[in-house]
C-alpha cells in the first residue's frame, strides 16, 4: 500500500522557519522524482520545488528560491523541505508528490500524493 504522509506544518511568525517531512512506503522511493506542491484557498496548486531520484538535483518555484531548500534521503525514504524567511504569502496547504524528474523538462507528478500538511504564516 502506498503511503506519504507529510508533518511539520504549523503557525509560524513572518520571518520564521519551519521544516516539513513526507515520509514514504510502499514503493521503491529512490526510483522516483519527489517534489512538494502547495495550495492555498481560491488558488490552484502549484509546484514549489522537485528533486531527482538520486544525486540531489533540484529546482524550485521562483518565488521560494534563496528561502526554500528540498532533500531527501533514500535510507529513510524520507524527503524534506526547510522554508526559512516564511512570508505571510507562503500560507496553504502543502502537499509532497512521487513522480518523474527529467533533467531536460523538469517535474512531473505522478499519481501518489500525500494527504497535506497546513503552513500558516502570520503575526
Known amino acids: 500500500q502506498v503511503q506519504l504522509v507529510e508533518s511539520g506544518g504549523g503557525l509560524v511568525q513572518p520571518g520564521g522557519s519551519l521544516r516539513l517531512s513526507c515520509a514514504v512506503s510502499?514503493?521503491?522511493?529512490?526510483?522516483?522524482?519527489m517534489s512538494w506542491y502547495r495550495q492555498a484557498p481560491g488558488k490552484e496548486r502549484e509546484l514549489v520545488a522537485a528533486?531527482?531520484?538520486?544525486?540531489?538535483?533540484?529546482n524550485y518555484a521562483d518565488s521560494v528560491k534563496g528561502r526554500f531548500t528540498i532533500s531527501r534521503d533514500n535510507v529513510v525514504n524520507t524527503v524534506y523541505l526547510q522554508m526559512n524567511s516564511l512570508k505571510p504569502e507562503d500560507t496553504a496547504v502543502y502537499y509532497c508528490?512521487?513522480?518523474?524528474?527529467?533533467?531536460?523538462?523538469?517535474?512531473?507528478?505522478?499519481?501518489?500524493w500525500g494527504q497535506g500538511t497546513q503552513v500558516t504564516v502570520s503575526s
Open positions: 508528490n512521487a513522480g518523474r524528474y527529467s533533467f531536460l523538462s523538469g517535474y512531473t507528478p505522478g499519481g501518489y
Open positions: 510502499g514503493f521503491t522511493f529512490s526510483s522516483y522524482g
Open positions: 528533486i531527482s531520484p538520486v544525486a540531489g538535483h533540484t
